[in-house]
């Protein structure tokens, strides 16, 4: 099982990225897909998610607005997206993707697999 997150990177505020994540190595059929950060000296938060068909999506408030989750679920491997846009210095954070079994919830223990995470820089 392996869920590879990428696209971080330095940005500067007002500037957008794509994040990536490839999820492959079991079943993913029926997962939800998550997006969660970390921040130095922070918790780990709730981005967003988003349910097996993408008929449901949840955003934190922090990025509702700026920030789009959608996902490709192909034979092999399902890839989640995280596009955000309108960055400001506060979204630094180690970004991580997560799969899991229920709902597109916020809570990060209901997630079964996580990646290693991609660090995005949002300097002012």
């Known amino acids: 099982v392996q869920l590879q997150a990428s696209g971080g990177g330095p940005v500067q505020a007002g500037g957008s990225l794509r994040l990536s994540c490839a999820a492959s190595?079991?079943?993913?059929?029926?997962?939800?897909m998550g997006w969660f950060r970390q921040a130095p000296g922070r918790e780990r938060e709730f981005v967003a998610a988003i349910s097996w068909t993408a008929s449901s999506t949840n955003y934190a408030d922090s990025a509702k607005g700026r920030f789009t989750i959608s996902r490709d679920n192909a034979k092999n491997t399902v890839t989640v997206y995280l596009r955000m846009n309108s960055l400001r210095p506060e979204d630094t954070a180690v970004y991580y993707c997560a799969a899991g079994s229920g709902a597109p919830n916020s809570w990060y223990k209901t997630y079964d697999y996580w990646g290693q995470g991609t660090l995005v820089t949002v300097s002012s």
């Open positions: 190595g079991r079943a993913f059929s029926g997962y939800s």
